[in-house]
């Protein structure tokens, strides 16, 4: 498929500008946006993918030669490929969005690709970003109007003064019914534009009125910094509608996957392996103002596996590196609740979860408010594990002064201990439950058994890799196949006629085969460049799915030596793989000689005893050629 729409959009973008595109894209810089990379050796990076759970990374980044490749799920590509995966978006809006980081004006052609014009209308995720963007500085320069009085004494009440109004772009909704569509018409966007990106919409009489009015306005970002929605919070008491409104699902925002301050948060967050979960906007602003850079906030849904998932690659949480994630809920009954809620999703992280709950049932702006900066920090600081508050909260609805009481209190807390992803820390929690129900140790771990026996509820168990068909590595046959085709798809300039000059036949595993057969007809190593155009040429030339996926792992698998590879390797690598063919050969002649009745097949006999001799005469010409191995 993807091969398709590069073919189709080939004939409307110019293909040198798509290679340019190519070449001027930092893919480590793209994936970054959306996953942490840390160090894999050999100037590869790794992260956790994208594509599908895992605890331990296993999404590999090669920044020279500018693809990407999952060994878990078998993904992989190019930086225009990883946008199409990760964003949904087609072929033509992932290279107009890289040529626009990159600074390139792309030039589009007519079907006959004899006269370059200019795109008259960009892709529709471009479109709808662009929508946004005007849409914030409308609003932003509203917000210091004579109407906007109520939205800025809001801020200030809260204690954000203009700078802060400034640095997370707040801005007012007027009170007219269509000022911003009318604003945003004269711009050039369409009415389909403007309803599909929910800034409009139809009134009963069907003309076209906005879809915010006379309300505080802030705009949701993605992890690229682009915004894609928008959240309003009302401000009038005559407003019938609910306290925060904000952006319904549209093409660019999906709210489970949407969290706010994320684009100014996942840097510290990354650095620092920790996040921060507060409740709302303004608690985002309150937290970050004060010290704690890490927040980040949902936006109109509760916090669910989407918003983890996304956390989880800008935290890095893996076996490796474990993060910190903090929840602070207000200490009221609907605090209380989410927090459970979060303690069932614990199972998703592989850090540790805590919990922060001010003091009073405040939340993280009336804090800082009330007792300043400080009181922000110190509220982090004094969290405490999630299981800890759960068991807490389970226990505190029972009467411990009755036997009933308690033994209900067990019967409850025991699944809370037995879900525990830690299990070295569920007989601490047995002695820890016991000791605070009053009860022997005894009872309270045959109920925690009882309550972990089989899968506890909750606990997701592990997902289907639907991985691709990869060869066995484990024989030296195999192993110096997988070294040649890796210096043909990394190092073509320096693999070059060397590699071409060792045929198909010479390869034994029949996907090395097919990823053989397929350099071949992408025009041979020798005329290669190398980079992601030269490995997305080879994938596409591959005739099935297990050579195709074979091509992405090789293109980010180290090469089995140490510092950079030179021609003396190359020449080692493809003497080492003819000598498994050649001595292989030679085996089989033996065996048919000696089958042979060198009397009755006298030339038969002497015709295979030449071809011995020949052969033997280059296995030994290979073994001095291979000396020193792999």
């Known amino acids: 498929m993807y091969a398709e729409e590069v073919a189709e959009m080939a004939g409307r973008i110019r293909d040198e500008d798509i290679a340019l595109v190519r070449e001027r894209t930092s893919i480590a810089e793209v994936i970054s946006d959306t996953v942490t990379l840390k160090s894999a050796g050999g100037g590869n990076l790794k992260g956790l993918c994208p594509f599908h759970d895992e605890k331990s990374p296993s999404f590999n980044v090669s920044p020279a030669r500018n693809v990407w490749y999952c060994f878990g799920c078998g993904a992989g590509g190019d930086a225009i490929k990883f946008l199409m995966d990760a964003e949904h978006l087609s072929f033509v809006e992932s ?136 959240g309003a919070r009302k401000l009038f008491d005559d407003d019938d509608g609910p306290k925060y409104l904000n952006t319904p699902e549209t093409p660019i925002y999906k709210k489970s996957h949407v969290l706010y301050g994320i684009d100014q ?117 004094r969290r405490e594990p999630l299981v800890d508050f759960a068991l807490r909260h389970v226990i505190n609805r029972y009467d411990l002064d009755t036997v009933d009481g308690r033994v209900e209190a067990m019967r409850r807390a025991a699944p809370l201990v037995a879900k525990l992803k830690d299990r070295e820390k569920r007989p601490e929690y047995v002695r820890k439950l016991a000791g605070d129900l009053g009860m022997e140790i005894e009872p309270v771990q045959r109920a925690v058994l009882t309550a972990g026996s089989g899968q506890p509820a909750g606990e997701p168990s592990a997902p289907a890799r639907p991985g691709p068909a990869t060869p066995t590595v484990d024989s030296p046959q195999s192993m110096v196949e997988r070294e040649a085709l890796k210096l043909a798809l990394q190092e073509p300039v320096l693999a070059g006629p060397m590699f071409d000059a060792v045929e198909a036949a010479e390869y034994r595993h029949p996907v090395h085969q097919a990823v053989r057969a397929a350099i071949a007809a992408a ?108």
Not at 117 to 142: D, I, N, T, W
Not at 149 to 156: C, K, Q, S, V
Not at 192 to 212: C, K, N, W, Y
Not at 577 to 604: C, M
């Open 265 to 381: 948060a996942k840097r510290e967050i990354a650095k620092q392996g920790k996040v921060v979960v507060v409740e709302g906007y303004t608690d985002v602003m309150a937290c970050h103002l004060a010290g704690v850079p890490t927040a980040v906030a949902t936006c109109g849904t509760a916090f669910g596996a989407d918003h983890i998932g996304v956390l989880r690659r800008v935290l890095f949480d893996s076996d490796e590196r474990a993060g910190e994630i903090i929840f602070t809920f207000d200490g009221d009954a609907a605090g209380q609740k989410a927090a459970l809620r979060a303690f069932e999703d614990d199972q998703r992280f592989v850090g540790r979860t805590f919990i922060a709950v001010s003091p009073d049932n405040m939340d993280p702006c009336e804090l800082r408010l009330a007792k300043g900066d400080l009181a922000i920090r110190d509220l982090v600081a």
């Open 95 to 230: 290279v107009e969005r890289l040529a626009a980081r990159a600074g390139i004006q792309l030039r589009y052609v007519e079907d006959d690709r004899s006269t370059p014009r200019q795109r008259p209308q960009q892709g529709q995720r471009q479109r709808l970003v662009a929508a946004h963007a005007a849409a914030v500085e409308f609003y932003r320069a509203q917000l210091s109007t004579a109407g906007a009085r109520p939205a800025r004494e809001f801020l200030a009440q809260r204690g954000f003064d203009r700078a802060a109004a400034e640095r997370y772009d707040c801005g007012f909704a007027p009170d007219a019914w269509d000022l911003l569509t009318k604003h945003l018409r004269q711009q050039g966007f369409s009415h389909d534009e403007l309803v599909t990106a929910g800034l409009s919409r139809p009134s009963r009489s069907g003309s076209l009125i906005d879809r915010f009015r006379r309300r505080l306005m802030w705009p949701i970002r993605d992890l690229t910094g682009d915004v894609i929605g928008f």
């Open 523 to 630: 025009g041979g190593v020798a005329t290669a460049t190398g980079g992601a155009v030269w490995i997305e040429q080879v994938r596409d030339a591959c005739a099935d799915l297990a050579a195709q996926a074979l091509v992405g792992e090789l293109a980010v698998e180290p090469l089995r030596i140490d510092g950079e590879p030179d021609p003396r390797y190359v020449s080692i690598t493809m003497a080492r793989l003819q000598w498994g063919s050649v001595t292989g050969r030679i085996r089989d002649l033996k065996s048919k000689i000696q089958r042979i009745n060198p009397v009755s097949s006298k030339d038969e006999y002497f015709a295979l005893f030449g071809e011995l001799l020949s052969l033997e005469q280059h296995a030994r010409a290979l073994r001095e050629q291979a000396a020193g191995g792999l």
